[in-house]
């Protein structure tokens, strides 16, 4: 019987973290929610009213499910090319995306994380922080000012996150341009909050009354001792954000520039939040 690259893998628990980000325990669970899922996905597709082919008749598939998690998982921590997962897994580079575009909707279902209009329990509204980030993206051939990052210089695509004090992601906009304000962001998401708790955010976000954030520095004056201390306390309780924001990128398909489709971007911004939610939260 034919050896999967994931059991190999598996001898080598620190080579495969460090090629999926996950722990071997972390992958074996994931795999688990999705087995379920892959499973239902499958019963519906061999049982289209339009499929011409008996169930169970066709070419039989060459890669399991434990191996295409993997060349996933892959992909989202190394963002190499489908050419060579297809050449790791001997497998042709059109079937590798195929089947990442076939196994990445049933992680998001696996994740859920929100997008807009969540509710916050009580404990979760005692403190949460709110930040943007922002991911380079090939110039588009259409709409280029409106994907134009006057702060980063060059064409992006951004994302809003809400996590809590130990860095849990609790929700993950949709993509937008690169030229959208974080205000407007913000206001898209329509985050449930109540006077209990303002979210905490950084200076992108001044203005929005909902939102607690430094204070300015007047222009040609200076910030009493008072407001800088103000700033500092701030700044370290909205570190985790930060730092959220950064494990996130150790996957690099969110961190190099963006290659795919931007109409797959929040799917997979998504996932990765997910998956960051199972390393981390």
């Given amino acids: ?10 001898k080598r628990p620190s080579t495969f973290r460090r090629l999926t980000g996950l722990t071997v325990e972390k992958f074996d669970k994931l795999l688990q929610n999705l087995t379920l899922l892959y499973n239902e996905a499958e019963e519906k597709r061999l049982y289209k009213p339009n499929r011409q082919r008996a169930k169970g008749a066709g070419r039989k ?24 997962l297809g050449f790791i897994f001997n497998f042709d580079d059109s ?7 076939y196994i990445q909707p049933l992680l998001a279902k696996i994740f859920r994380i929100p997008t807009r209009r969540i509710k916050l329990s009580e404990e979760q509204l005692l403190e949460i922080f709110v930040d943007a980030t922002e991911q380079q993206i090939q110039r588009p051939k259409r709409k280029q000012k409106k994907y134009y990052s006057g702060k980063k210089k060059r064409h992006t695509i951004k994302n809003q996150i809400i ?25 898209k998401t329509n985050i449930y ?5 303002r979210p905490i955010g950084d200076l992108g976000y001044l203005g929005v009354s909902s939102i607690e954030t430094p204070i300015k520095k007047p222009k040609g004056k200076d910030l009493t001792k008072e407001q800088k201390q103000f700033n500092k306390k701030l700044a370290k309780r909205r570190i985790v954000v930060e730092h959220t924001i950064g494990k996130m990128k150790i996957f690099q398909i969110l961190s190099q520039r963006f290659r795919n489709p931007l109409s797959k971007h929040s799917l997979i911004f998504k996932n990765v939040a997910g998956i960051h939610n199972l390393i981390f939260a």
């Fill in 1 to 10: 019987m034919k050896t999967s690259k994931s059991s190999v893998l598996k």
């Fill in 61 to 84: 598939q060459r890669l399991s499910l434990e191996d295409k998690l993997l060349m996933l998982l892959m992909y989202y921590r190394l963002y190499t090319t489908h050419e060579f």
């Fill in 95 to 101: 079937n590798v995306g195929r089947q990442i575009n």
């Fill in 163 to 187: 996590v809590n004090p130990k860095g849990k992601i609790l929700s993950a906009s949709e993509s937008n341009q690169g030229s959208t304000h974080d205000k407007k962001l913000y206001d």
């Fill in 193 to 197: 909050t109540d006077k209990k708790s």
